[in-house]
């Protein structure tokens, strides 16, 4: 399952993400968006973990938890292909 996590502090890493996740299961890919002209981050990111059950559990715990100083959001990725 492909999640959205959203109001991520500037700050935030790729590993620091990986890290937040993997205390829920097995992460594929965690990867914080950047905004190439100002090479800093856009405040949010994706993660997949490939079992939904734990990708549930992630978001149920996390939604609306401080994660670096910031109340973040975490919700299943929408697809945009669509």
Known sequence: MNLFVAKLDYGVKNEDLEELFAGFGEVESAFVVYDRALGRSKGFGFVNMPNDD?????????????????????????DRRK
């Open 54 to 78: 734990e990708a549930r559990k992630a978001i149920e715990s996390l939604d609306g938890k401080m994660f670096a100083g910031r109340e973040i959001v975490v919700k299943e990725a929408e």
